[in-house]
């Protein structure tokens, strides 16, 4: 009976690691991404991230969004509520868009 019944280390009740049931997930977006199904003057945010399919509908309900990328970017766009590398924040600014702070104090996701 004990060896048909494998034990679950890490999980119920006392279980030491609980990190893992609520670690938030963290999608990763590339500018090549942005610059393929964005157009000059959108708005980029995790919405319309997830309307266009980047993102799965899972990481707007407990999850955040992280622009990646050093590629130059071909349009202006407008970056909200997203996390996003230096790199990629210069690349958007230099495209001559703009990125918006996000509304919560959080600047990272462990």
Known sequence: MIKRLPKKRGW???GGNRSLAIRKKLAAVTLADLTRHFA???TVSPATLAARRLVSA??????????????VLAAAL????CLITPSARQMV???GGKV???????SHVK
């Open 12 to 14: 119920g009740i006392g």
């Open 93 to 95: 600014e230099k495209a």
């Open 100 to 106: 918006v702070a996000r509304q919560d104090s959080t």
């Open 58 to 71: 899972g990481v707007l309900r407990c999850g955040t969004v992280k622009i990646i990328g050093s590629t």
């Open 40 to 42: 000059t003057g959108e």
């Open 78 to 81: 407008t970056v909200e509520n």
